[in-house]
């Protein structure tokens, strides 16, 4: 059963730091670029970062460039997004998402709240 989990989101004060962490159960982790992905409430899903399957090539979307790390660890099966500075304007459900070839698997999502 392929699965992805993630955890980590709670409810911070701007500028404090999370750590989200998404464990892949089910499938061969290491072949596939991971992505994260946020949606805020009554807005578009948007693109986060996103990391290649070995881990070498990272990308982020420019609200997030200088704040937010994208990292895996192939030998558990888990990716990670370190988010530093937090802002109320990145308040959203973040989930995680795994790509290969036509290949794309989602997880259920972990809210992140940033509030005064």
């Known amino acids: 059963q392929v699965q992805l989990v993630e955890s980590g989101g709670g409810l911070v004060q701007p500028g404090e730091s999370l750590r989200l962490s998404c464990a892949a159960s089910?499938?061969?982790?290491?072949?596939?670029?991971m992505n994260w992905y946020r949606q805020a409430p009554q807005k578009e899903r948007e693109w986060v970062a996103q990391?290649?399957?070995?881990?070498?090539?990272?990308n982020y979307a420019d609200s997030v460039k200088g704040r937010f790390t994208i990292s895996r660890d192939n030998a558990k099966n888990t990716g990670y997004l370190q988010m530093n500075a937090l802002k109320p304007e990145d308040t959203a459900v973040y989930y995680c998402?795994?790509?290969?070839?036509?290949?794309?698997?989602w997880g259920q999502g972990t809210q992140v709240a940033v509030s005064a």
């Open positions: 990391i290649s399957a070995n881990g070498n090539v990272t």
């Open positions: 998402n795994a790509v290969f070839t036509v290949y794309a698997f």
């Open positions: 089910g499938f061969t982790f290491r072949l596939y670029a």
